[in-house]
């Protein structure tokens, strides 16, 4: 019985396009998803759906149930086809390690629903590539989850250059940079790169400024690239040394159809560094910089600051509702944080999904996922073969 001046809240009367998502996989990037998704009707005023957590898969029963429960999903399983099959659901969120991006993504894809996966594609080149041509085959709305595009700083840079505000692009230098496996005496476990699927620096944060590249510069065409292991041999746990052969540092020159060039740093060994990504972007009328520690910032450089005594780089809050990406309910100089990355990201695949938009070119789609992985691969080749190398070589059209 209602308590006396209290009314139950009609949620049959809701305005709100329900959405149904099956979340596979509970660890950090299933949290961080299951978070932004919550965050969707609190975040937007209008927002395009009300996502609702309709189950979660994950393998340890009292684990998934349990997270379940923290989460606020209505149902868990512990197959992963399940999940993928299931009629009910919309949208199949694959937050799983990156060998295992491939086969539940298809198996989503080819039972209708619209999928989001975790960075990078797949570790496999010919595996990414049949996830873009499924997603082409589907015609079904599909996001790799290049996050950084969806930072109001990052988006603001975007737009400055979409204006021609910077004028003629002619450089871009960009580092991914963390310390973990900076101490040759860390216990392999710790050092994810090397560790579990062993996807290397390149692959695991290289990524995405590579996807920045693509997102702010355009297409890349050459690479030059080195690969360095410098501690080949790490003791496990239990004492026991394991070679490694994944990658801890990773430099390459980029070439630009558009003329640009720029080179991209990523690195495990950077001691000091947490999380650091940084870049900067020089055109002939202006450069921007950007800083991931400070991430509510852009600096901004423009030739046309007039008068002339006062040019300089400016550094931007980008949180007046004229920048892009706000959040209608921050006021002018309250931040938004690295989540909300995620959060514009999963509400820009809502809208794609609920009103049939594409995903491209603010969000990044499997074939644009594929591209990066040409990338990688090109680079790694480069790097064996201690010469430049041409990206067509290894991408095939999608
Ligand atoms: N975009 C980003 O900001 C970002 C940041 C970190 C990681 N990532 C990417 O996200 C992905 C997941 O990384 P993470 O850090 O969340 O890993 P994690 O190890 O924390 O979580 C992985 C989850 O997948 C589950 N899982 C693995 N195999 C499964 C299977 N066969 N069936 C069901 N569940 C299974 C695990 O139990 C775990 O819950 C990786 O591809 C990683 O590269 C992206």
Same mark, same amino acid.
């Given at each position: 019985?209602?308590?006396?001046?209290?009314?139950?809240?009609?949620?049959?009367?809701?305005?709100?396009?329900?959405?149904?998502?099956?979340?596979?996989?509970?660890?950090?990037?299933?949290?961080?998803?299951?978070?932004?998704?919550?965050?969707?009707?609190?975040? @937007?005023?209008?927002? +395009?759906?009300?996502?609702?957590? $309709?189950?979660?898969? *994950?393998?340890?029963? &009292?684990?998934?149930?349990?997270?379940?429960?923290?989460?606020?999903?209505?149902?868990?399983?512990?197959?992963?086809?399940?999940?993928?099959?299931?009629?009910?659901?919309?949208?199949?969120?694959?937050?799983?390690?990156?060998?295992?991006?491939?086969?539940?993504?298809?198996?989503?894809?080819?039972?209708?629903?619209?999928?989001?996966?975790?960075?990078?594609?797949?570790?496999?080149?010919?595996?990414?590539?049949?996830?873009?041509?499924?997603?082409?085959?589907?015609?079904?709305?599909?996001?790799?989850?290049?996050?950084?595009? @969806?930072?109001?700083? +990052?988006?603001?840079?975007?737009? $400055?250059?979409?204006? *021609?505000?910077?004028? &003629?692009?002619?450089?871009?230098?960009?580092?991914?940079?963390?310390?973990?496996?900076?101490?040759?005496?860390?216990?392999?476990?710790?050092?994810?790169?090397?560790?579990?699927?062993?996807?290397?620096?390149?692959?695991?944060?290289?990524?995405?400024?590579?996807?920045?590249?693509?997102?702010?510069?355009?297409?890349?065409?050459?690479?030059?690239?080195?690969?360095?292991?410098y501690n080949q041999m790490r003791k496990d746990c239990s004492g026991k040394s394991n070679p490694v052969s994944a990658d801890e540092c990773t430099i390459a020159i980029l070439e630009f159809k558009n003329g640009a060039i720029g080179t991209i740093e990523s690195s495990g060994v950077s001691t000091g560094r947490k999380n650091y990504q940084g870049w900067e972007i020089n055109g002939s009328k202006g450069s921007i910089v950007f800083d991931l520690e400070d991430l509510n910032h852009l600096q901004v450089y423009s030739t046309d600051a007039n008068p002339p005594e006062i040019q300089g780089f400016s550094n931007v809050l980008v949180t007046d509702s004229e920048h892009p990406l706000q959040i209608n309910y921050l006021p002018s100089g309250h931040n938004q944080g690295w989540e909300y990355g995620h959060v514009h990201a999963l509400h820009h695949f809502l809208d794609c999904v609920v009103n049939d938009k594409p995903v491209e070119p603010l969000g990044a789609s499997f074939q644009d996922g594929y591209r990066v992985q040409v990338v990688i691969e090109a680079i790694n080749q480069s790097s064996a073969r201690g010469k430049r190398v041409e990206i067509k070589e290894f991408g095939r059209d999608i």
């Amino acid at each position: 019985m209602d308590q006396k001046g209290f009314f139950q809240v009609d949620y049959s009367k809701s305005d709100f396009i329900e959405v149904k998502i099956g979340m596979l996989g509970y660890g950090f990037m299933g949290q961080v998803h299951s978070n932004a998704f919550i965050k969707v009707p609190f975040s @937007f005023s209008d927002p +395009v759906a009300r996502p609702v957590l $309709l189950a979660i898969c *994950g393998r340890n029963q &009292k684990k998934v149930e349990d997270t379940a429960r923290r989460f606020g999903y209505k149902e868990y399983c512990l197959d992963w086809q399940l999940l993928a099959k299931d009629p009910r659901i919309d949208i199949f969120d694959n937050c799983t390690p990156d060998d295992w991006h491939y086969l539940p993504s298809i198996v989503a894809m080819e039972n209708g629903k619209h999928v989001i996966c975790e960075k990078p594609l797949s570790l496999k080149l010919e595996e990414a590539f049949q996830m873009a041509q499924k997603a082409r085959e589907t015609k079904i709305k599909t996001m790799c989850c290049y996050n950084y595009r @969806f930072l109001p700083a +990052v988006r603001f840079a975007h737009q $400055l250059i979409k204006q *021609g505000i910077l004028g &003629k692009i002619y450089q871009f230098r960009a580092k991914y940079l963390q310390q973990q496996g900076h101490n040759p005496f860390e216990h392999i476990e710790k050092v994810w790169y090397a560790h579990g699927t062993k996807s290397g620096i390149l692959m695991g944060i290289g990524s995405h400024i590579i996807d920045m590249a693509h997102f702010l510069i355009g297409e890349i065409t050459a690479v030059s690239g080195l690969r360095k292991t410098y501690n080949q041999m790490r003791k496990d746990c239990s004492g026991k040394s394991n070679p490694v052969s994944a990658d801890e540092c990773t430099i390459a020159i980029l070439e630009f159809k558009n003329g640009a060039i720029g080179t991209i740093e990523s690195s495990g060994v950077s001691t000091g560094r947490k999380n650091y990504q940084g870049w900067e972007i020089n055109g002939s009328k202006g450069s921007i910089v950007f800083d991931l520690e400070d991430l509510n910032h852009l600096q901004v450089y423009s030739t046309d600051a007039n008068p002339p005594e006062i040019q300089g780089f400016s550094n931007v809050l980008v949180t007046d509702s004229e920048h892009p990406l706000q959040i209608n309910y921050l006021p002018s100089g309250h931040n938004q944080g690295w989540e909300y990355g995620h959060v514009h990201a999963l509400h820009h695949f809502l809208d794609c999904v609920v009103n049939d938009k594409p995903v491209e070119p603010l969000g990044a789609s499997f074939q644009d996922g594929y591209r990066v992985q040409v990338v990688i691969e090109a680079i790694n080749q480069s790097s064996a073969r201690g010469k430049r190398v041409e990206i067509k070589e290894f991408g095939r059209d999608i």
